[in-house]
């Protein structure tokens, strides 16, 4: 079971959008559509944003947006703001029961 | 509101054994849905440990499935994490959360515990 592979960092200016990828395998992220994102601003607890590849929890903003298309999903967040700045995570659903997460993607709003 | 709250020592030795406790509020163990343990290197990310459902069902991660063992007290509303034999690589913060097979999610999250091995 290795980690989902997603770029170190990514960077936008306010208002802008960017998309952050998440590769994983058919094990994983090819053959369930139970890809979620975590937010994770320093020193704090990581907060769900997106679940089931496009779903969106109660309270998080639809600047939020997931997709997938073979074996990686994306995440899509427009408009950016200052706020927004924060490490973020992929996590998929894999065979045997099983969990797996992406390695993090430092967002930078310039 | 569900909230999650870690409690345990912040260190352990080498080869001995890690135990952290999630205690639950806000919200009936028994009622449904898995609880989990997830933990983070100090700046790395995160890696999935184990969840477990309110019967006792366990599901644990390959690499870690030797050393682990999650249980659940639902009359205490608790659940617990135990990792033996370990290493300075196990030293991370420990999170546990409520976790949605169905549905793919994990949510709320504890604010975490930090755990250092060490000597």
């Known amino acids: 079971q290795s980690a989902l592979t997603q770029p170190a960092s990514v960077s936008g200016s306010p208002g802008q959008s960017i998309t952050i990828s998440c590769t994983g395998t058919?094990?994983?992220?090819?053959?369930?559509?139970?890809v979620s994102w975590y937010q994770q601003h320093p020193g704090k607890a990581p907060k769900l944003m997106i679940y089931e590849v496009s779903k969106w929890p109660s309270g998080v903003s639809n600047r939020f947006s997931g997709s997938k298309s073979g074996n990686t999903a994306s995440l899509t967040i427009s408009g950016l703001q200052a706020e927004d700045e924060a490490e973020y995570y992929c996590c998929s659903y894999a065979d045997s029961s099983t969990w797996v997460f992406g390695g993090g993607t430092k967002l930078t709003v310039l | 509101q569900v909230q999650l709250q870690e409690s345990g020592p912040g260190l352990v030795k080498p080869s001995e054994t890690l135990s952290l406790t999630c205690a639950v509020s806000?919200?009936?163990?028994?009622?449904?849905?898995?609880w989990g343990w997830i933990r983070q290197p100090p700046g790395k990310g995160l890696e999935w440990i184990g969840s477990i459902y309110y019967s006792g069902r366990t599901y644990y991660n390959p690499s870690l499935k030797s050393r682990v063992t999650i249980s659940v007290d639902t009359s205490k509303i608790q659940f617990s994490l135990k990792l033996s034999s370990v290493t300075a690589a196990d030293t991370a913060v420990y999170y546990c959360?409520?976790?949605?097979?169905?549905?793919?999610?994990?949510?709320?999250w504890g604010q975490g515990t930090l755990v250092t091995v060490s000597s």
């Open positions: 959360a409520r976790s949605h097979y169905g549905s793919g999610w994990f949510d709320p």
């Open positions: 058919s094990s994983d992220v090819g053959s369930y559509n139970l």
């Open positions: 806000g919200y009936s163990i028994s009622s449904g849905y898995y």
